[in-house]
T-cell receptor, first 112, second 114 residues
Framework: SQQGEEDPQALSIQEGENATMNCSYKTSINNLQWYRQNSGRGLVHLIL?????REKHSGRLRVTLDTSKKSSSLLITASRAADTASYFC????????????FGKGTSLLVTP | DTGVSQDPRHKITKRGQNVTFRCDPISEHNRLYWYRQTLGQGPEFLTY????????KSRLLSDRFSAERPKGSFSTLEIQRTEQGDSAMYLC????????????FGPGTRLTVL
């Protein structure tokens, strides 16, 4: 079963704008990760945030985590056409700790 | 390229046939995972190995599915008596024990069952 739910399902913005995607999950976690999937390519890990962290940055990416609300957000600043992809949040499966539960993803389109 | 590789990239088969996919993880990674992804959905966990031991199987992995990792290196996923509902992208990932929980994914094998 899929633990995470991303919101919105689809997002269309212009280059230079910021894109924000949200993820909600159901059960307690050790960490939450965000992955990107381009058309025809595999999943690429973007960033991991642990349950005791509230915010993390990596380049143009900013991730927040609110464990009390069981939610996370991914902000991509100054978006580029190359950011066009599907973005998934993934939580660890606390009963096993290793395999990931993915949401359905947010499809981001960045137009020039 | 030293990433995760999968073979074949595409497979078209007729219902009832058996198919086998191969995954070669990053060489020093001792955990290997199989996921299945259907259109418009995120990947769903199927099974994972630590070295050659298969430590967990999802309820999605019916008895028609079998996975092996005989020497703790590459892995195979076999589907017997394929059904149209098996059509999906099959993704393999690997990770390293004691590292951050990042998983490295292969490009996937797209299975179409006619």
């Amino acid at each position: 079963s899929q633990q995470g739910e991303e919101d919105p399902q689809a997002l269309s913005i212009q280059e230079g704008e910021n894109a924000t995607m949200n993820c909600s999950y159901k059960t307690s976690i050790n960490n939450l990760q965000w992955y990107r999937q381009n058309s025809g390519r595999g999943l690429v890990h973007l960033i991991l945030i642990r349950s005791n962290e509230r915010e993390k940055h990596s380049g143009r990416l900013r991730v927040t985590l609110d464990t009390s609300k069981k939610s996370s957000s991914l902000l991509i600043t100054a978006s580029r056409a190359a950011d066009t992809a599907s973005y998934f949040c993934a939580t660890d499966r606390s009963n096993s700790g290793y395999a990931l539960n993915f949401g359905k993803g947010t499809s981001l389109l960045v137009t020039p | 390229d030293t990433g995760v590789s999968q073979d074949p990239r595409h497979k078209i088969t007729k219902r009832g046939q058996n198919v086998t996919f191969r995954c070669d993880p990053i060489s020093e990674h001792n955990r290997l995972y199989w996921y299945r992804q259907t259109l418009g959905q995120g990947p769903e966990f199927l099974t994972y190995f630590q070295n050659e031991a298969q430590l967990e199987k999802s309820r999605l992995l019916s008895d028609r599915f079998s996975a092996e990792r005989p020497k703790g290196s590459f892995s195979t996923l076999e589907i017997q008596r394929t059904e149209q509902g098996d059509s999906a992208m099959y993704l393999c990932a690997s990770s390293l024990v004691l590292a951050l929980d990042e998983q490295f994914f292969g490009p996937g094998t797209r299975l179409t069952v006619l």
